[in-house]
């Protein structure tokens, strides 16, 4: 249960909610017990334009009957109007146990994985990891190139403060395996240290990172979440582009239990709203 961050997250310390019920121009959710995961993913990618009119764009006759793109299309139908319920989404996800809470980034991809490639291609990237020998310099182990949903970003060692920009750009630093973790390399033709390397190939078009807060500790023999504070940018920089945050999965609680809501930012009308199962109430940034 980690944050998935459709981008981060950063929440300011003079941030009201209104609740003012003519503002609210979008409906929630219903929770069966414990999909509150499921809900805020599901409110991310109906608020994404893209992915949006690309659900609306599928016709029946045209759709495989194993994709997902039917049951997406109903619902966002739904969400239009009026609060919706999800029931016949969690049975095509094979959700029975709707009183256990899942992990939102896991049926993030789960989604992703189910729908017609045309319209999950927009959270689509490829990263190239490249293995090359520290001796020789030159000659390359491996060199793969895969497709990602999201950027798992590691916290570890970051107690009191994060940021994610920092966590990014270390994400795709190179680093070095030695001793028993050597890599046999064939122009060598024995085990040497190897430089490790990774690049996106190709960018998404929406860029999804993963804040992995929860790590294994050894003490206590159980994963442990990291709440220190995190600082998210608004623009992250790439080498091949830019990104603007509009949405943020957030998870209050610890492994065992607690609770997702989602932020997200209209591109209707570039308000920032709450979704928060049931109820859906906009964002005001208070400035001093």
Same mark, same amino acid.
């Given at each position: 249960?980690?944050?998935?961050?459709?981008m981060h997250q950063h929440y300011y310390p003079n941030e009201n909610v209104n609740t003012d019920s003519k503002t609210i121009l979008y409906y929630g959710l219903h929770n069966q017990g414990a999909t509150c995961y499921l809900n805020s993913v599901l409110q991310v990618f109906f608020m994404t334009k893209g992915f949006r009119e690309a659900v609306e764009s599928q016709e029946q006759d045209n759709v495989e009957q194993n994709t997902f793109d039917l049951q997406l299309k109903c619902l966002f139908e739904t969400l239009k109007k009026k609060q919706a319920h999800t029931k016949d989404v969690t049975s095509k996800l094979g959700i029975e146990k #709707?009183?256990?809470? +899942?992990?939102?980034?896991?049926?993030?991809?789960?989604? !992703?994985?189910?729908?017609?490639?045309?319209?999950?291609?927009?959270?689509?990237? &490829?990263?190239? &990891?490249?293995?090359?020998?520290?001796?020789?310099n030159r000659h390359v182990n491996s060199d793969e190139v895969g497709p990602f949903w999201t950027v798992p970003l590691? %916290?570890?060692?970051?107690? $009191? $403060?994060?940021? #994610?920009?920092? +966590?990014?750009?270390?994400?795709?630093?190179?680093?070095?395996?030695?001793g028993d973790n050597q890599m046999y390399c064939d122009y060598c033709d024995?085990?040497?240290?190897?430089? !490790?390397?990774?690049? %996106?190939? &190709?960018?998404?078009e929406i860029l999804t990172l993963l804040l992995k807060r929860f790590e294994f500790d050894y003490r206590r023999m159980s994963y442990v979440k990291n709440d220190c504070c995190v600082d998210v940018p608004h623009t992250l920089r790439t080498k091949d582009c830019d990104y603007e !945050?509009?949405? #943020?999965?957030? &998870? #209050? +609680?610890?492994?065992? +239990?607690g609770h997702y809501t989602a932020k997200i930012k209209s591109y209707q009308n570039h308000n920032w709203y709450v979704f928060d199962d049931s109820y859906v109430t906009q964002v005001c940034f208070l400035v001093n």
């Open positions: 249960m980690d944050y998935l961050d459709t #709707v009183f256990e809470q +899942g992990d939102a980034a896991e049926y993030f991809e789960k989604i !992703l994985s189910k729908v017609n490639p045309d319209v999950s291609k927009i959270f689509q990237g &490829h990263l190239k &990891h490249t293995a090359t020998c520290s001796i020789s590691s %916290m570890e060692d970051n107690n $009191y $403060y994060y940021s #994610v920009r920092d +966590g990014f750009e270390n994400f795709f630093k190179s680093s070095t395996v030695s024995g085990k040497t240290d190897a430089i !490790l390397a990774c690049k %996106m190939e &190709h960018p998404p !945050l509009y949405a #943020v999965v957030d &998870h #209050v +609680g610890s492994l065992r +239990g």
